[in-house]
Nanobody, 125 residues
Framework: QVQLVESGGGLVQAGGSLRLSCAAS????????MAWFRQAPEKEREFVAG????????SYADTVKGRFTISRDNAKNTVYLQMNSLKPEDTAVYYC??????????????????WGQGTQVSVSS
């Protein structure tokens, strides 16, 4: 059974940076497409960024394009989300998710098979 554990969240001022990590245990994630989603209070969970199992393809939400970068290190069974130029509207709980069965990045939460517990990111103005 694969488990996903996020870390790296915290409080940062607007314009600052954070790097989130998603470590997998129990099985290699090298065969899974991986993604980050986020959910702000009273809002629906939304896609942030995704990467295919090989790392050859990535996808980003328009709201984070140019500021966030998703990457993966399959040897370390870890996926990262580098977040730069953070804005108060980036404040949310960030979730890591794993998906299998597709050759491309899936951007809908219903398409993901496994989720982490989430890590809080708060950006002050």
């Amino acid at each position: 059974q694969v488990q996903l554990v996020e870390s790296g969240g915290g409080l940062v001022q607007a314009g600052g940076s954070l790097r989130l990590s998603c470590a997998a245990s129990g099985r290699t994630v090298s065969v899974y497409n991986m993604a980050w989603f986020r959910q702000a209070p009273e809002k629906e969970r939304e896609f942030v960024a995704g990467i295919t199992y090989s790392g050859s393809s990535t996808s980003y939400a328009d709201t984070v394009k140019g500021r966030f970068t998703i990457s993966r290190d399959n040897a370390k069974n870890t996926v990262y989300l580098q977040m730069n130029s953070l804005k108060p509207e980036d404040t949310a709980v960030y979730y890591c998710a794993a998906q299998w069965g597709s050759t491309r990045v899936v951007t809908t939460s219903s398409g993901y098979n496994l989720w982490g517990q989430g890590t809080q990111v708060s950006v002050s103005s």
